[in-house]
């Protein structure tokens, strides 16, 4: 898998650029200059999507619809203080795609995380409730720590 910076990835395509082609970073909170290397803006390398990835893959879903919607959460939410949920995220995230991804019940388990996560906090989002979309996305982390056993 691949590792850049979160902050890079969402800045691909933004017009949010200031007279000095600095880009709005959400882990700073202020405008920074990226050079997109693997090392991103501020040294925070990340994996991220991987559970997000793996469920669009199993329900044949469009990763266009979700990718987007999941880095405005991050983007709206997530604080410095919260960098290492973020930073836990990514290390479990492919660890937990991969234990999905050899579990006899991985299209089940999809669609429960469908249903029960990624709708609702879709929901959440565009409600305005960023923060209680973020929790309900950590919490299904943690339900699938619990089954497949990973600290």
Same mark, same amino acid.
């Given at each position: 898998?691949?590792?850049?910076?979160?902050?890079?990835?969402?800045?691909?395509?933004?017009?949010?650029?200031?007279?000095?082609?600095?880009?709005?970073?959400?882990?700073?909170?202020?405008?920074?200059?990226?050079?997109?290397? $693997?090392?991103?803006? =501020?040294?925070?390398? *990340?994996?991220?999507?991987?559970? %997000?990835?793996?469920?669009? !893959? /199993?329900?044949?879903?469009?990763?266009?619809?979700?990718?987007?919607?999941?880095?405005?959460?991050?983007?709206?939410?997530?604080?410095?203080?919260?960098?290492?949920?973020?930073?836990?995220?990514?290390?479990?995230?492919?660890?937990?795609?991969?234990?999905?991804?050899?579990? $006899?019940?991985?299209? =089940?388990?999809?669609? *429960?995380?469908?249903?029960?996560? %990624?709708?609702?906090?879709? !929901? /959440?989002?565009?409600?305005?409730?960023?923060?209680?979309?973020?929790?309900?996305?950590?919490?299904?982390?943690?339900?699938?720590?619990?089954?497949?056993?990973?600290?």
């Amino acid at each position: 898998m691949s590792y850049y910076c979160g902050e890079c990835a969402i800045w691909v395509g933004s017009d949010d650029v200031d007279k000095d082609g600095r880009r709005w970073c959400a882990y700073s909170r202020k405008y920074e200059k990226s050079n997109q290397s $693997a090392d991103g803006c =501020k040294g925070f390398i *990340y994996n991220g999507r991987s559970v %997000l990835t793996k469920v669009c !893959e /199993l329900l044949d879903l469009s990763i266009d619809e979700w990718f987007p919607l999941f880095d405005h959460v991050k983007v709206a939410w997530v604080v410095p203080e919260q960098m290492q949920w973020l930073s836990d995220y990514c290390r479990l995230g492919p660890v937990i795609a991969d234990k999905m991804d050899h579990d $006899a019940e991985k299209e =089940k388990i999809a669609l *429960y995380i469908y249903k029960q996560t %990624l709708l609702p906090a879709k !929901e /959440l989002f565009q409600n305005g409730r960023t923060k209680e979309s973020a929790l309900l996305y950590h919490d299904m982390i943690v339900k699938l720590c619990h089954r497949y056993s990973i600290a």
